[in-house]
């Protein structure tokens, strides 16, 4: 005696349902165990193709010079990046650890040494007889000071504590970008190929047109940006050294933080010119002075030159983009969020104005 009852097959739309149901399972399972494998280099890879994107034209320089050698090429264009970014970052991040450290166990110690504030302090509108009533207290007495600002030092220094943890392994990750930049720029061709090909795929025939925008994107912001922001950060990590200004390459990266996020950095420099104007002797005063004025003013020279015709994305989201960014990923996520907040928003007001 059979059951008359039906049986499920896989040409039911029951089956089918199920079929599928566990085949975009799978695709997903494999898909997150790939990336969980992948993660740890997720940033320095994005942070690769960032820097080959943007520094292609130099590349291709190279290229011609070498007659076409690409693998030599790539070589010697890793050698001259690292060369160029790391020496000076290493400089600048010794200072940086050291002085974070240091400042973060004075500031707990209570041992910091202020000096007395100039006689010009007072007359500053709102806030002169406030700061000088502080300053003054914080030079004579500075554990009675600190007392008054204990909840906000904590968060300094554990923030300082932190920086200098993590910028011994955020150097390692910007060489492990560059070298991988070097890797990208010897395929260039097939990756350009790749890239087209992907977006074809995805989006059809606008594919092409939105990996051209993408790559327009990528180029604008590292250069415009990026690049001109990492260029006045270590010409003013180069002053502070040369003045002797302590943790130097502390302020070096607050400069990077401030040229990033558009606000200035001599926001940084005119403090520290006044810090050298009342402790350092007038020759070496006068000669960071000299040097402050057009490092301050670096970027409205090159920004328009390297923006150029470029995308227009507005501040505010590359502002939101580089905090973002930093607080999220730390000193790359600066860079990243950069980069990937402006090619998403240049991106979706592509699609937004799209006419069909």
């Known amino acids: 005696m059979t059951d008359p009852s039906p049986q499920p097959n896989a040409a039911s739309p029951t089956g089918q349902a199920l079929e599928i149901a566990i085949r975009i399972g799978l695709v997903f399972l494999l898909v997150a165990w790939c990336f969980q494998i992948v993660r740890p280099f997720v940033i320095p890879v994005v942070w690769g193709i960032i820097i080959a994107v943007a520094t292609y ?10 007659g076409g050698r690409n693998r030599l090429a790539a070589m010697v264009y890793t050698l001259v990046v690292l060369v160029l970014v790391i020496g000076p970052t290493l400089l600048l991040t010794g200072t940086l650890v050291e002085g974070a450290t240091g400042l973060a166990s004075d500031l707990s110690d209570g041992t910091l040494s202020i000096p007395p504030p100039p006689s010009s302090v007072g007359s500053w509108p709102l806030i002169g007889e ?33 920086t200098a943890a993590g910028a011994g392994f955020g150097i390692l990750q910007f060489m492990l970008a560059i070298i991988i930049a070097g ?37 604008s912001v ?47 420099l005119v403090p520290v010119a006044i810090y050298l104007f009342n402790t350092a002797d007038t020759l070496t005063a006068v000669g960071f002075l000299i040097w402050s004025i057009p490092v301050g003013l670096l970027d409205n020279i090159l920004k328009p030159i390297f923006l150029g015709r470029g995308v227009k994305t507005p501040m505010l989201i590359v502002f939101l983009g580089a905090i973002g960014g930093f ?19 240049e991106l979706f007001m592509r699609w937004l104005h799209h006419e069909s």
């Open 183 to 219: 890797a990208l720029q010897a395929y260039a061709t097939q990756a350009h190929r790749a890239a087209h090909a992907i977006a074809i795929r995805l989006a059809g025939e606008r594919g092409r047109d939105l990996a051209d925008l993408a790559e327009t994107t990528v180029r």
């Open 327 to 345: 607080l999220n990923s730390g000193i790359i996520g600066l860079f990243i969020g950069a980069v990937i907040l402006a090619l998403s928003y």
């Open 57 to 66: 034209p130099g590349y291709h320089w190279v290229l011609n010079l070498l």
């Open 130 to 162: 406030e700061t000088e009533r502080f300053w003054t207290l914080a030079s004579v007495n500075i554990q009675e000071a600190l007392q008054q600002i204990a909840p906000q030092l904590k968060t300094v220094g554990r923030w300082l504590l932190a």
């Open 222 to 268: 590292a250069r415009g940006i990026l690049g001109v922001s990492i260029i006045q950060s270590l010409a003013a990590g180069l002053g502070f050294l040369v003045a002797g200004v302590p943790a130097a390459g502390l302020w070096a990266l607050l400069c990077l933080l401030l040229g990033i996020a558009q606000i200035g950095i001599l926001i940084v």
